[in-house]
């Protein structure tokens, strides 16, 4: 009889845990949407998963993910069909950048990046040539990765046209940590890609209790499961003031994409970087003392420094530099990255600037015409 009590009063303990748990995931309370944050961690998988390393740029996207980081084959954002093969009709375009170019929408439409957006702009403004864009941003990818990866790799897809939209990685996760290196070593570490046990526990997505346990110590004990902790030593220490000498490596990297594109006869566009300028705790959390407004003007300097940079860069090389105006800050999720407005005004303005240049050099095929 006492097992068979205690049975009877551990299914109305897991009932009664159950219904509070259902309860507390539609609720709007901070309690609620704590609760409601377990769950949502307890649903997807942990972020380095959608990654694997690279022997020569050290990490990239694992080919053909679902989800949150969705890649094709060849490890580039989204799942449209893509051949490395270029036909004759087809005018490519390459863009790299960081997680602000890789990013899809909330709701996880695999082609709702701002690059695949542009794609369609331009598509339905030119005929003759079928538009394609290639997405090769990847989250955490300073100007280092980028330039890398673009030798080894882009380039073998033949772009027409290289779009540059770096800075924000290279001012947070390099040139704002201590102890400076050129080569940015100071700010990698190189660890096993291995997953923890607690990324191991089984998944009942039914049970909200047991998800919501589950979420709980993926959050605590799992953090190194996260990508930035997988490719950096955090906290990052950044008590030194600003030195303008911290942003020639971020010149030199893309002065070296600007010079290798076209030497390939591929035609690089550099787009300044834009954010939202009011203090927000996305980048800084992973910094000592994240609070610090004097570390926020410490990152703004350094993105203005760069963004300085870049056009320096696109007059020295006569390459065209696009200037796309501040976002206001509902565009924005974080302050750093868009959300699906902020993604949709993205490609209407990348577009709009960039049609000139489509024009130039499709002039040279003379197959490439202006839709009606």
């Not at 309690?31 to 020569?56: D, E, G, M, R």
Request: hydrophobic share 35%.
């Amino acid at each position: 009889m006492k097992i068979v009590f205690i049975f009877v009063f551990l299914v109305f303990m897991l009932l009664v845990f159950e219904y509070l748990s259902k309860t507390l995931a539609k609720g709007s309370n901070k309690i609620c949407i704590k609760f409601q944050s377990f769950l949502n961690t307890a649903k997807s998988k942990p972020k380095k998963t959608y990654f694997q390393p690279h022997p020569y740029f050290f990490y990239q996207k694992t080919p053909n993910s679902a989800g949150v980081y969705p890649s094709n084959w060849a490890g580039y954002v989204g799942k449209k069909v893509l051949k490395k093969k270029k036909k004759t009709n087809i005018f490519r375009i390459f863009v790299v950048g960081g997680s602000t170019v890789e990013q899809i929408n909330e709701v996880n439409d695999p082609n709702s990046h701002w690059p695949a957006q542009l794609e369609k702009y331009c598509n339905a403004y030119f005929k003759g040539y079928q538009i394609e864009v290639i997405n090769a941003g990847c989250s955490g990818y300073t100007s280092a990765e980028s330039f890398i990866e673009f030798c080894l790799k882009g380039i073998e897809f033949k772009p027409d046209l290289l779009i540059i939209y770096h800075n924000v990685n290279d001012a947070w996760t390099a040139q704002m940590v201590d102890n400076f290196e050129s080569d940015y070593s100071h700010a990698r570490i190189s660890k096993k890609w291995n997953n923890s046990f607690v990324s191991k526990i089984p998944s009942i997505p039914w049970l909200y209790c047991y998800e919501a346990l589950r979420g709980f110590f993926l959050q605590k004990l799992g953090k190194h499961q996260s990508l930035i902790e997988q490719i950096a030593d955090l906290p990052f220490k950044s008590k030194e003031k600003f030195k303008k000498e911290k942003t020639n490596p971020f010149q030199r990297n893309i002065k070296n994409l600007i010079i290798v594109a076209q030497s390939e006869q591929i035609q690089p566009v550099i787009i300044r970087f834009e954010m939202s300028y009011k203090q927000n705790p996305w980048t800084l959390q992973f910094f000592q003392k994240p609070s610090s407004k004097q570390l926020f003007k410490k990152l703004i300097k350094y993105i203005e420094t760069n963004n300085k940079i870049l056009k320096y860069l696109s007059y020295k090389y006569k390459c065209p530099y696009i200037n796309l105006g501040r976002f206001p800050e509902k565009y924005f999720y974080d302050g750093i990255h868009f959300n699906s407005k902020g993604l949709n005004t993205m490609a209407k303005r990348v577009f709009f600037r960039i049609v000139p240049t489509i024009k130039i050099l499709a002039k040279k095929t003379k197959r490439l015409q202006q839709g009606k």
